[in-house]
C-alpha cells in the first residue's frame, strides 16, 4: 500500500531563506520601540523558562514590551558607536548586548521597575548539567508519596537504593540528589522532579536602563537569584520536606552524613514526567 508520508512537495512550495528585506524589518522594529517608549532596560536571565516569560510579557502588555533577538542585529539598529548610533547614549545599550540578554522598553518609571524585579524570582526545576544551588538530603526510610508501581522504575532505570517492603517504597539508605557547587546528572534532575524540589532559580537581573529622553545610560545594581534566595539546604524525610538556610558549619556536617549519589548512565531527560512509568 501506498504510504499516507509518501507526497511530493513541489519546489514553489518551500519557504525563502529570509534576507535583507527581513533584516531590515527588525532593525526598523527595534528603532521604533526606541522612539515609542521612554527608557529601555538591558537585562540578563538565569535558569530560562519559557512559561515565566510569558507571564511577564502578560504582565507587561500595557505599557511595557520585551524583545529578545539577535544581539548583532540590534546593535546595528541602535549603533554600536557614539558616531553612528540611532540616539544619544544608545551605543552604550549596544556594548552590553553579549549572550543570553534582552531588552525592556517601557514607560513604567525606574524605581517601579527595579522594585519589581528586585522582589522577583520564580521557582523552575533543575535540568542536567545545571549547576546545583542546593544541597538535597532524601533520608532513608518510607516514601508514601510513591506507589508501588513506580518503585521498580526508581530501582532499575535511575539507580534509586528502594525497595518494596509491604507495598510500601522504601529508601534503604540516606541518597543526595544533589550538592551544592557540583552540577546535576540526569537521572538527578528526574529524581528532584519526581520529589517536587524546584531548586533552580528563574530569575531576571536587570544591568543597565537608557533614559530617552536624556539619552544617559547608567547601570542598575539589582540583586541577582543568590541575593533572594532564603534556603540552601533541602532534607526530604518521608513525604516531609524542610527548607532551611545553613552556615557553612552546619552544612560542612549534613554533607558528612551520607555518600555521594555515584552517576549512572540515562537516557536524555524528558519534560514529561508521565513519559516515566
Given amino acids: 500500500p501506498k504510504s499516507r508520508r509518501d507526497r511530493t512537495i513541489a519546489l514553489t512550495r518551500t519557504s525563502k531563506k529570509r534576507g535583507i528585506e527581513h533584516k531590515e524589518k527588525i532593525i526598523e522594529q527595534v528603532r521604533t520601540l526606541c522612539d515609542t517608549y521612554e527608557r529601555c532596560f538591558v ?11 510569558k507571564t511577564l510579557r502578560s504582565e ?3 505599557d511595557s514590551r520585551f524583545y529578545q533577538g539577535k544581539n548583532k542585529l540590534t546593535q546595528i539598529a541602535m549603533g554600536k558607536a557614539a558616531d553612528n548610533e540611532y540616539k544619544e547614549g544608545l551605543h552604550k545599550v549596544s556594548e552590553q548586548l553579549v549572550g543570553e540578554v534582552g531588552l525592556l522598553f517601557t514607560n513604567r518609571a525606574s524605581s517601579e521597575v527595579e522594585d519589581y524585579f528586585n522582589k522577583y524570582n520564580r521557582a523552575a526545576f533543575a535540568r542536567a548539567d545545571d549547576l546545583a544551588c542546593a544541597t538535597v538530603l532524601i533520608k532513608k526510610g518510607p516514601l508514601p508519596q510513591f506507589s508501588h508501581a513506580i518503585e521498580a522504575h526508581l530501582r532499575e532505570k535511575l539507580k534509586f ?11 534503604l539508605e ?4 544533589s550538592k551544592d557547587g557540583v552540577r546535576i546528572t540526569p537521572d538527578q534532575s528526574r529524581l528532584l ?3 517536587g524540589c524546584a531548586i533552580a532559580d528563574f530569575n531576571v537581573k ?13 547601570v542598575v545594581n539589582a540583586l541577582t537569584a543568590w541575593d533572594k534566595r532564603t534556603y540552601n539546604a533541602i532534607t ?9 538556610w545553613l552556615e557553612d558549619g552546619k552544612m560542612h556536617e549534613l554533607m558528612k552524613k551520607s555518600d555521594k549519589v555515584e552517576s549512572m548512565d540515562v537516557e536524555d531527560e524528558n519534560d514529561n ?4 512509568f
Fill in 43 to 53: 537585562y540578563s536571565l538565569d535558569n530560562t523558562r519559557n512559561n515565566h516569560l
Fill in 60 to 62: 507587561f502588555k500595557n
Fill in 161 to 171: 537504593p528502594t525497595m518494596l517492603n509491604n507495598g510500601v517504597v522504601e529508601l
Fill in 174 to 177: 540516606d541518597v543526595f540528589l
Fill in 193 to 195: 522532579k519526581l520529589f
Fill in 206 to 218: 536587570l544591568i543597565g536602563k537608557w533614559e530617552a529622553k536624556s539619552g544617559e545610560y547608567t
Fill in 236 to 244: 526530604v524525610e518521608g513525604d516531609d520536606q524542610k527548607w532551611e
Fill in 273 to 276: 514526567i508521565a513519559s516515566l
